[in-house]
């Protein structure tokens, strides 16, 4: 039950998505995750990742990509496992970290990623790894999976014993320690320039992770947002503008690049 998403899954394969995106389906762990990109973008642009969070997908950050398409960024599109238009039913972060690094064979590497909610947990776990980026941007950052279990076992009745139980069983089977998430961790193994964005009243991810992650990083901002809650803030405006800065600063430095 912790590993399967709101099954929102029917909606997004029925979904007709508008050209000039099409799908690519990356064959993954006897499955594949889908890739969109766009028809009309010339080759040799910088290359811009974005990916969704829990029980999302990747349609939801398809305005966003637009926006840096049309400022000369080449953006792709992920469906993260059991998600979008991915194969799948149940998938953990763990996955999805592994999702990042096979896309990333085959499409990157990336000048910069954008990443939602869960999604931008897994994409900070990536880059501590040595996922290929220059920046990244992390919008409505989730809290790390510790608390997720903390906060299921709750739900279930079943107090503080069925997280710790669970979570010895992930970190067998994944051979990762669920630690290598939380904020200290991360914090002093990312390099990158990176935007934080979140809603000081985001209640499925306190924007307190956000602030623990900025406070161990040596080039990071955060850009903080009122009355959007979690998943408003991707299609509006301002925090389009404020992602589309951040990658400004790298296109600067590349040659031959045109904005639009």
């Known amino acids: 039950l912790f590993f399967t998403p709101v099954p929102t899954k029917f909606l997004a394969r029925s979904r007709d998505v508008p050209r000039p995106w099409s799908?690519?389906?990356?064959?993954?762990?006897?499955?594949?995750?889908?890739?969109?990109?766009?028809?009309?973008?010339?080759?040799?642009?910088?290359?811009?990742?974005?990916?969704?969070?829990?029980?999302?997908?990747?349609?939801?950050?398809?305005?966003?990509?637009?926006?840096?398409?049309?400022?000369?960024?080449?953006?792709?599109?992920?469906d993260l496992p059991a998600h979008g238009r991915s194969s799948g039913w149940r998938s953990?972060?763990?996955?999805?970290?592994?999702?990042?690094?096979?896309?990333?064979?085959?499409?990157?590497p990336w000048e910069g990623v954008v990443a939602h909610s869960l999604g931008a947990l897994a994409v900070s776990h990536a880059l501590a790894r040595g996922l290929p980026v220059r920046r990244a941007a992390l919008i409505a950052l989730a809290p790390?999976?510790?608390?997720f279990l903390s906060w299921f076992a709750q739900a279930m009745g079943t107090g503080e014993s069925l997280a710790a139980r669970m979570r010895g069983h992930v970190e067998r089977r994944e051979g990762v320690s669920l630690g290598q998430f939380e904020p200290g961790w991360l914090g002093m193994r990312l390099n990158q320039p990176l935007l934080l964005v979140h809603d000081r009243g985001?209640?499925?991810a306190p924007i307190a992770g956000s602030e623990a992650l900025l406070a161990g990083l040596t080039a990071g901002r955060l850009h903080?947002?009122?009355?959007?809650?979690?998943?408003?803030?991707?299609?509006?405006?301002?925090?389009?503008?404020?992602?589309?800065?951040?990658?400004?600063?790298?296109?600067?430095?590349?040659?031959?690049?045109?904005v639009v």
């Open 92 to 108: 953990n972060l763990l996955q999805w970290v592994r999702a990042l690094f096979a896309v990333t064979a085959r499409f990157g």
């Open 224 to 258: 903080v947002t009122e009355n959007l809650g979690h998943r408003r803030l991707l299609n509006d405006p301002a925090v389009m503008e404020q992602v589309l800065g951040h990658f400004l600063m790298l296109m600067s430095t590349t040659p031959a690049l045109r």
């Open 23 to 78: 799908e690519t389906r990356l064959p993954f762990e006897g499955g594949h995750v889908s890739v969109w990109q766009r028809s009309d973008v010339e080759p040799g642009r910088p290359k811009v990742l974005l990916t969704h969070g829990w029980a999302d997908d990747a349609q939801q950050l398809r305005p966003l990509a637009d926006t840096l398409a049309a400022a000369g960024l080449e953006p792709l599109l992920l």
């Open 202 to 204: 985001d209640l499925t």
């Open 144 to 147: 790390p999976p510790g608390q």
